[in-house]
């Protein structure tokens, strides 16, 4: 409270000068209307200050142009007191055209080779834009080549997630399968401990496996075909299958063959 009375009575004497203040009510509703009041009259006076700035800068402005067309009419000796509406009008088109071509001195010959210059710059600026233009161009055609080979590599892209997920499908089959066989292996395996633990307990050795089994099986078959080779052979000597008879053939066989060398061994002496 006592900062904003301080800030009040300093702009009173502002304001008053070397008069007196006048008397008011120093209570604290006093003291806030006139602390409102000091903040909109400063702020009324910043604005003010500000325009009046504003309206010297533009005074200043509007000099200087007066002194430059005045110039530039003294230089074909022309005073605008004495020119008509039209006249005037015309002098102002001419000085307009004059500051748009940023001509100095204002003569026929300086604003026809300023004419001559801005239609250069435009002729310039159209060409650039003829230029751009055909960067456009191309940039629009690269933009539509780039567009294409995206939407080609979309396409690829689409048909190698296809190929991905039906790949994982395989795969999720494939791995279902081998979870199918892994399980069967095991039940498998379960069942042949289980009914060897039973044979086991029946008295079964390995003796009656199906691989020893298969084994005598192809010993059997080897036996009998040498069984059968000696059958053959056998019957070739016509020989009894008693074997006391096959000691009578053999010695009557022996003594048939020692007649036989008697008869040859006579045989020979008498050609002798």
């Not at 800068?57 to 002194?67: I, L, V």
């Not at 204002?106 to 710059?121: H, R, V």
Request: charged share 30%; with cysteine.
């Amino acid at each position: 409270m006592d900062i904003k009375h301080r800030e009040v009575v300093q702009w009173l004497e502002e304001v008053y000068g070397n008069d007196q203040i006048p008397p008011y009510e120093k209570s604290e509703r006093s003291i806030n209307i006139l602390h409102q009041l000091m903040t909109v009259s400063k702020c009324s006076e910043k604005n003010a200050k500000l325009l009046a700035a504003d309206y010297a800068t533009k005074t200043a402005e509007y000099n200087a142009e007066g002194q430059q067309i005045n110039k530039w009419l003294e230089s074909v000796n022309i005073k605008p007191s004495i020119l008509l509406k039209e006249g005037q009008e015309g002098l102002t088109a001419f000085a307009t055209s004059a500051q748009v071509l940023d001509v100095h001195i204002p003569t026929s010959t300086n604003i026809i080779l300023a004419a001559n210059q801005l239609e250069m710059e435009h002729m310039q600026t159209v060409n650039e834009q003829e230029q751009e233009r055909g960067r456009m161009c191309q940039l629009l055609e690269l933009n539509k080549a780039v567009g294409m080979k995206i939407e080609e590599i979309r396409s690829i892209h689409k048909q190698a997630e296809a190929t991905w997920n039906q790949q994982q499908e395989v795969l999720a089959k494939d791995k279902k399968q081998e979870y199918y066989v892994k399980e069967k292996r095991k039940d498998y395996i379960s069942d042949m401990n289980y009914y060897e633990a039973k044979l086991n307990q029946v008295g079964m050795t390995k003796n009656i496996m199906h691989s020893t089994l298969c084994k005598q099986w192809a010993q059997l078959k080897e036996v009998e075909q040498q069984v059968s080779s000696l059958e053959t052979k056998l019957k070739s000597y016509n020989l009894p299958p008693d074997m006391t008879l096959a000691e009578v053939k053999v010695e009557e066989a022996r003594q048939k063959l020692a007649s036989l060398m008697s008869d040859m061994a006579a045989a020979c002496k008498d050609n002798d």
